[in-house]
């Protein structure tokens, strides 16, 4: 289904006035039996996508917490290989949340990028994020990106220019991802101001959802996000908690941690767009 179960996802959440929720899990950790358990898991607590880090040895957009998680994946051997079986064995499972690959440009390329698309769409991904692919050099992705119907989802940050936004959203499927701050991802104490600025000239510039990543850990966090924007994602601080989990206990504190956080966006509408 790709592009179209994103947007069809995060709309259905938009026609509730609910803020939806996108949980970042690195593949493989803390291995690839329990990546699996927790995918099942965010869908069964209604997440809206989820966002499957592919393991890489120079994650540049990464703070500690990812780095670690794909550093103890990649030791045990994962490969984007194994992130593509993941996805096929959710759907193997009749797992129909949306899965959307946050991966750099390498291990594609390795792969071979029509290699990548083709055997994405056969696993039943839906797309990807590819933090260090700037506009203007992802239309060879892209175009087989979309042959394959799967979204190409652009990053764009505070500092991005009024060009940058238009060349970002100008040819993008899924919804469009903003960075709440200029630096690394990993749990912050508070939301930097200057996303309120950006969602804004984002939204102008296109009708897919809009929603907003980096540094959101807090309850407070996914329900100030209601206010500007169509859905969080929270990354660090989940990985954080499945760090810190006994073993044998990754699957139900990440549940019980990823329910607290959705009840912001499930319990209360939102204060309207």
Same mark, same amino acid.
């Given at each position: 289904?790709?592009?179209?179960? !994103? ?25 690839? @039996?329990?990546?699996?358990? /927790? ?25 500690? &917490?990812?780095? #670690? ?14 992130? /593509? @079986? ?11 949340? =949306? $899965?959307?690959?946050? *991966?750099?440009?390498?291990?594609? $390329?390795?792969?071979? /990028? =029509? ?24 239309? =060879? ?12 989802? =652009? ?6 220019? #009024?060009? +940058? !936004? ?14 709440? /701050? &200029?630096?690394?991802?990993?749990? +912050? ?5 200057? !996303?309120? @600025? ?8 296109? *009708? ?8 959101? *850990? ?30 044998? #206990?990754?699957?139900? #504190? ?16 939102? *204060?309207?767009?």
């Amino acid at each position: 289904m790709g592009w179209q179960r !994103i947007e069809d996802r995060l709309r259905a959440r938009i026609q509730q006035r609910q803020v939806g929720f996108i949980p970042y899990l690195t593949v493989g950790y803390p291995d690839l @039996e329990t990546t699996l358990g /927790l995918v099942m898991a965010m869908e069964e607590l209604g997440a809206d996508v989820v966002e499957l880090g592919v393991p890489f040895s120079d994650p540049l957009a990464d703070g500690p &917490t990812i780095q #670690q998680a794909g550093f103890h994946a990649l030791r045990q051997g994962v490969t984007f290989n194994h992130c /593509l @079986e993941l996805a096929a064995a959710v759907r193997r499972q009749k797992g129909q949340v =949306p $899965l959307v690959f946050m *991966s750099y440009y390498n291990p594609l $390329l390795a792969h071979g /990028l =029509p290699a990548t698309a083709r055997d994405a769409a056969k696993a039943g991904a839906d797309g990807f994020i590819v933090p260090d692919l700037p506009p203007e050099e992802a239309a =060879p992705f892209r175009s087989l990106c979309e042959d394959a119907g799967l979204a190409l989802i =652009p990053l764009l940050a505070p500092t991005s220019s #009024q060009t +940058r !936004i238009a060349a970002g959203c100008s040819q993008a499927h899924g919804f469009i991802y903003c960075i709440s /701050l &200029t630096g690394v991802t990993g749990a +912050r104490e508070s939301l930097a101001q200057d !996303i309120w @600025e950006l969602a804004g000239q984002v939204r102008r510039a296109t *009708s897919l959802p809009v929603v907003v990543g980096f540094g959101i *850990s807090r309850r407070e966090h996914v329900a100030a996000v209601g206010a500007f924007a169509d859905a969080a994602v929270v990354g660090s601080a989940l990985l954080d908690v499945i760090g810190r989990a006994p073993t044998g #206990q990754a699957i139900p #504190q990440a549940r019980q941690f990823v329910a607290q956080l959705m009840g912001v966006t499930r319990d209360a509408p939102r *204060s309207g767009l």
